[in-house]
């Protein structure tokens, strides 16, 4: 048995832990808790029923979020003011880790991320399921190579892993750089163009590369399809009348 | 720019006869100019207005079997387009435009952007009148 004293902002809890992923006993002077591993599963389903977006702003309520991770039988306003501070503790994690190796991850598609949103979002009231959104981005983009479902992991592994695919599915922004500086937008849309690459390859592509990639488009007469001709000679006249005949 | 009429259940017809696939009709007006001009002066002094015919184009899906007729015979036709309009549950005529004597004076292919075969043929005729 490992006993430990938690403090959480001056909420003391004594503790008979083994890590977030084996059951935990936890006791006050007057109470006592048993709480399961909080898993991957559990967190989306309690984002679904504890977060809001409002004015653009994703909100959580911390102690919902709490009353869910301590369960139904702690429903009552004065056991989730008392286990509030360790149920949060306790879905957050221990130290964070790195996600675990026995997933592989891939940024979503254009067609699976507008079918999240699509799946999350409530045209009539503008109602936003957070967590919904996050569970397809989950099943659409982690691989599992070998270990259980992503969504059976607990949170100090599950964690991770959503972070991880998170920042894989929403990179950040342009940098400053590269929006400010119009040389560097036509440079980017000149090679994205010609060579067909995403933004983010070229600029990780060397730039001596880069620079003979451009020496080579530089040298390289442009070809443009001939325009087919108009069948109509009268349709450019200034003072033709035309009339469309639909079917 | 060009005056466009946009109508659906309307017709084009070709002496009397529905013309099947009718897609656009192209016509304009042109009218001879001349300046008038007089000696000792780089003004003109007045203008004289020749020969008003009315050029036309019948761009048809795919082709009209009588139209090439009356382009092979040289032969004289009529031209009726009626438009018409849907005004919510009423069809309201609009606009009835007529070309008279007119003649074929030749024809040119295209396939559009579905793969399909269009043909124009291109007419004049000698007035066009708008009720």
């Known amino acids: 048995m490992t006993t430990a004293i938690l403090d959480v902002n001056g909420a003391r809890y004594g503790l008979d832990y083994h890590g977030h992923d084996q059951p935990l006993h936890a006791w006050t002077d007057e109470h006592e808790l048993r709480l399961s591993p909080w898993l991957l599963g559990q967190h989306l389903a309690a984002l679904g029923q504890t977060t809001r977006v409002d004015d653009g702003a994703l909100g959580l309520d911390a102690g919902a979020y709490a009353a869910q991770v301590l369960g139904p039988a702690l429903q009552q306003v004065d056991a989730v003011a008392r286990w509030g501070p360790l149920a ?30 699509r799946a999350a979002l409530d045209p009539e009231t503008g109602a936003f399921q957070v967590g919904r959104y996050l569970g397809m981005l989950v099943a659409c983009c982690v691989q599992r190579v070998s270990g259980p479902d992503p969504l059976a992991l607990p949170m100090a592994r599950g964690g991770p892993l959503l972070a991880a695919v ?24 000149r090679i994205c163009a010609a060579l067909g690459w995403s933004p983010a390859r070229v600029w990780q592509t060397p730039a001596g590369e880069l620079d003979q990639l451009l020496a080579l488009l530089d040298d390289t007469p442009v070809t443009r399809p001939r325009p087919r001709p108009r069948l109509s000679t009268l349709a450019d006249h200034r003072d033709t009348h035309t009339i469309e005949i639909d079917d | ?117 269009r043909t124009l043929y291109s007419f004049t005729a000698t007035r066009v009148r708008e009720e």
């Open chain 1, 88 to 117: 949060l503790w306790w879905a957050a994690g221990a130290e964070p880790e790195a996600p675990p190796a026995t997933y592989t991850l891939r940024p979503w598609t254009m067609l699976e991320r507008a079918s999240a949103v």
């Open chain 1, 166 to 189: 998170c920042r894989l599915c929403a990179p950040e922004p342009l940098l400053p750089p590269v929006v400010a500086d119009p040389a560097l937008r036509r440079l980017t849309l």
């Open chain 2, 1 to 117: 720019m060009p005056k466009i009429y946009a109508a659906n259940r309307s017709n084009v017809l070709v002496d009397g006869e529905a013309l099947e696939g009718a897609q656009t009709l192209h016509y304009r007006v042109v009218v001879e100019r001349q300046d008038i001009r007089a000696i000792g002066s780089d003004e003109r002094i007045d203008v004289a207005f020749g020969l008003r015919t009315v050029e036309g184009e019948l761009i048809v899906r795919s082709s009209s079997d009588k139209l090439d007729t009356l382009l092979a015979q040289s032969a004289r036709f009529q031209v009726v387009a009626n438009l018409k309009k849907d005004v919510g549950m009423v069809t309201e005529s609009t606009r009835t435009v007529s070309f008279d004597d007119c003649f074929v004076t030749g024809k040119r292919f295209d396939m559009d952007a579905g793969d399909t075969a």
